[in-house]
């Protein structure tokens, strides 16, 4: 069989329940379609609840301890991630390109050290403006360097691809004053504000021109390979946005799209501490630890005191319009494979690296509570072979691109050892079966003051958390609890279901990277 065409498009920190065809108030038309043509799994989880590790494990197919990429703040070993799918599938032939955030390295390092890494803002000046590569196993890269903009596009020497893009034509300094003004209806809510950046410099709207140009470059690659009845060299692409991640500072005239009237507001949205683990309350009061710098970022940035209904309908309200701009980029980059004429020949995978609180139980951003809003992703799947219109809901996990490439690409993927191909699932054919999915998370007390090892596994219909080094822990009966408001864990009714799946937790392999790299930036 032809081998496929791959690309993958990913949306970041953007929960598995905000899609239309989810029924929430978020407009995403070009996702729902692709949806109705593929299949998309319900029940899909991130292997890690934050960035780095999160984009290490779907690059890798590799647990995040045994890669080492446990937390943000520790770089992705780079001969680790040659035997990654990219790497891999460089060596089989594929033309492997990632355009938009990749956040393999870490952006900010202690003391401002340069690590060497292109990521890294004290290193990227070592890197000329006609660098695109190697890296990370990808033949040619286009980067932005946050994609955030707590923290403005860095200006030349500074900064990546995006960045220097978006100061080139000497105007740099306008955008930022414009992305800083605040756009009525003023908000009051943490973190959000109607940006007046025009939609044309947003870096969602970058990452789709990048992509929508090098769709069509592959095109006539592919079209002038046939014409001389020679075999077209098939691409693989990992195309990645920055949003919905916040801040929350949609640009016009998507700030506009959802009224806060009209956005849905979680059922469950008050804090009730004193029934959940202790971490969690720790999590959210301790003083982070670190540098006075990073200290002054998590405390800032990583943290939102509890919000009023109308503050978080504010909230909601920009989150779905950093949401709805992703999904209009995703339909010009499908429409650009229709124009290319690559529709047929390629596997398109839409997912996120994790979700968002997005005020259940009166939370916000992320952190060690490993809630639904926070676990679960959506996964999109269409291509060759694969049934439109279907829901699966095994428990699965993004864990599993890495194999699930190379088997469409017939190639090995070497470091992908904890990686489960889902072409089963979307065929039917060879063992399809699955009856959990696992995540695993340990931080250092830089985030959140406290150290924790966190370890959870999900089946279809309950979930259970532990917290190795305390061996307290939280399990929700999924089935019958869907908003996690019962902690059955020391539920002496349940006890038959906790031993089942504190063993399955349990059966992690015994491959622990020894010792574990240590961060070169805060967590």
């Known amino acids: 069989m032809k081998r496929p065409n791959i690309l993958l498009i990913m949306s970041d920190q953007h929960r598995a329940d905000c899609f239309g065809f989810e029924s929430r108030r978020v407009r995403t038309p070009h996702l729902d379609l692709l949806a109705q043509q593929g299949t998309r799994f319900t029940q899909c989880i991130t292997p890690n609840v934050v960035c780095m590790p999160s984009r290490s494990a779907i690059l890798t197919g590799m647990l995040p301890l045994t890669s080492g ?84 596009p860095e200006a030349s020497p500074g900064g990546l691809h995006y960045e220097r893009w978006y100061h080139r034509d000497g105007l740099g300094a306008m ?16 973190q959000t504000h109607n940006s007046a950046l025009p939609t044309a410099w947003h870096n969602s709207t970058w ?68 029934k959940r683990p202790w971490w969690h309350r720790a999590a959210l009061e301790n003083t982070p630890g670190g540098t006075p710098e990073s200290r002054k970022v998590r405390e800032e940035y990583s ?88 829901k699966n809901d095994q428990p699965v996990s993004t864990l599993d691109l890495a194999a699930t490439f190379g088997d469409y690409a017939a190639t090995p993927v070497p470091s992908a050892v904890h990686s489960q191909s889902l072409r089963p699932l979307l065929t039917g054919v060879g063992n399809a079966e699955r009856d959990h999915a696992y995540n695993e998370w340990r931080l250092g007390p830089s985030r959140c003051g406290v150290a924790l090892d966190l370890r959870t596994v999900r089946t279809r219909s309950a979930k259970l958390t532990l917290e190795l080094d ?13 908003y996690e408001c019962v902690n059955l864990f020391d539920d002496p009714k349940h006890r038959g279901l906790r031993e089942e799946l504190i063993q399955r937790l349990m ?14 930036g805060p967590a």
């Open 470 to 482: 305390s061996g307290v822990g939280e399990m929700y009966d999924l089935s019958n609890d869907p």
């Open 207 to 274: 990452v789709g021109d990048r992509t929508v140009e090098y769709i069509a470059e592959q095109g006539r690659r592919q079209r002038e390979a046939t014409d001389a009845q020679a075999t077209a060299q098939p691409f693989c692409a990992w195309v990645s946005m920055a949003d919905p991640h916040h801040p929350f500072d949609a640009p016009a005239p998507w700030c506009w799209m959802h009224r806060p009237d009209e956005v849905d507001l979680p059922p469950h949205r008050l804090r009730d501490l004193d």
């Open 69 to 152: 990429v446990h937390d943000n703040g520790i770089d992705l070993d780079e001969s680790i991630a040659a035997g990654g799918f990219a790497g891999s599938l460089s060596q089989a032939g594929y033309d492997t390109r990632f355009i938009g955030k990749a956040h393999f390295s870490s952006n900010h390092s202690y003391a401002n050290r340069p690590t060497g890494r292109c990521e890294n803002i004290p290193s990227s000046h070592l890197f000329a403006d006609d660098w695109r590569g190697p890296y990370m196993g990808f033949e040619q890269i286009e980067l932005m360097q946050l994609g955030h903009n707590y923290w403005l």
């Open 303 to 390: 943290r939102m005191p509890p919000q009023t209904d109308a503050q978080l309908r504010e909230i909601i309200a920009n989150y779905y319009g950093m949401i709805s701009l992703v999904d209009h980029q995703v339909g010009r980059i499908l429409s650009a494979l229709d124009d290319a004429g690559l529709t047929d020949n390629t596997l398109v995978v839409f997912t996120s690296d994790h979700g968002e609180f997005l005020g259940d139980h009166g939370l916000m951003l992320k952190g060690p509570m490993h809630y639904e809003g926070l676990l679960r992703v959506g996964l999109i799947m269409r291509g060759p072979g694969i049934a439109a219109d279907q």
């Open 507 to 520: 059966s992690r392999p015994n491959d622990i990277r020894v010792p574990l790299p240590d961060p070169v």
């Open 175 to 190: 955008k930022n004053a414009l992305y800083s003004q605040r756009l009525d209806p003023q908000t009051q809510a943490s």
